[in-house]
T-cell receptor
Framework: NAGVTQTPKFRVLKTGQSMTLLCAQD?????MYWYRQDPGMGLRLIHY???????AKGEVPDGYNVSRLKKQNFLLGLESAAPSQTSVYFC??????????FGSGTRLTVV | TQLLEQSPQFLSIQEGENLTVYCNSS?????LQWYRQEPGEGPVLLVT???GGEVKKLKRLTFQFGDARKDSSLHITAAQPGDTGLYLC???????????WGAGTKLIIKP
């Protein structure tokens, strides 16, 4: 049982480049989330989705876009990367009110 | 804005000692979740407490939800090096399924 799979695991981008982070879950969860985790800042919600075709902004959405075209996939896009977006990104899914299942993260460095 | 304050932020103790981590808020939560995160991995759900005053045990870990459902504690008895990690609490907001995250407690257990 794979759970939540994130790709890639590591990436280095130059300022201004774009990229898409992929998240896939095989648990048939309705809800999916993108977080970033920075030292001393904890987990901060970027965007989330409560079902296929829906997305909503979280706490820190600026500079990111998301899409949920299929129930099992949630994509996070950076159109023009900035050094402030250097972080570890986590995808999670859930079937409320049960707890979240997280992926193993993507470590992104923007230089 | 709902906040969840976690303390201490950092704890380094010897193997065999006991410790308690606290999560406090002025807000009432419908439930509270505890996660453990190891380096390079995503958080993993340990337990969910739902009822005020509820106590749950997971081997040497004891979780308690406050009577008023505003706070929670995690007590570890006879800590082992394998308990090392980042412990995160997350409160489920009333009326929706949004998680309010604590900043985490970094725990190091020295052999």
């Amino acid at each position: 049982n794979a759970g939540v799979t994130q790709t890639p695991k590591f990436r280095v981008l130059k300022t201004g480049q774009s990229m898409t982070l992929l998240c896939a879950q095989d648990m048939n969860h309705e809800y999916m989330y993108w977080y970033r985790q920075d030292p001393g800042m904890g987990l901060r919600l970027i965007h989330y989705s409560v079902g296929e075709g829906t997305t909503a902004k979280g706490e820190v959405p600026d500079g990111y876009n998301v899409s949920r075209l299929k129930k099992q996939n949630f994509l996070l896009g950076l159109e023009s990367a900035a050094p402030s977006q250097t972080s570890v990104y986590f995808c999670a899914s859930s079937y409320p009110p049960e707890g979240y299942t997280f992926g193993s993260g993507t470590r992104l460095t923007v230089v | 804005t709902q906040l969840l304050e976690q303390s201490p932020q950092f704890l380094s103790i010897q193997e065999g000692e006991n410790l308690t981590v606290y999560c406090n808020s002025s807000s009432v939560f419908s439930s509270l979740q505890w996660y453990r995160q190891e380096p390079g991995e995503g958080p993993v759900l340990l337990v969910t407490v739902v009822t005020g005053g509820e106590v749950k045990k997971l081997k040497r870990l004891t979780f308690q939800f406050g009577d008023a459902r505003k706070d929670s504690s995690l007590h570890i008895t006879a800590a082992q090096p394998g308990d090392t990690g980042l412990y995160l609490c997350a409160g489920v907001a009333l009326g929706n399924y949004q998680l309010i995250w604590g900043a985490g407690t970094k725990l190091i257990i020295k052999p």
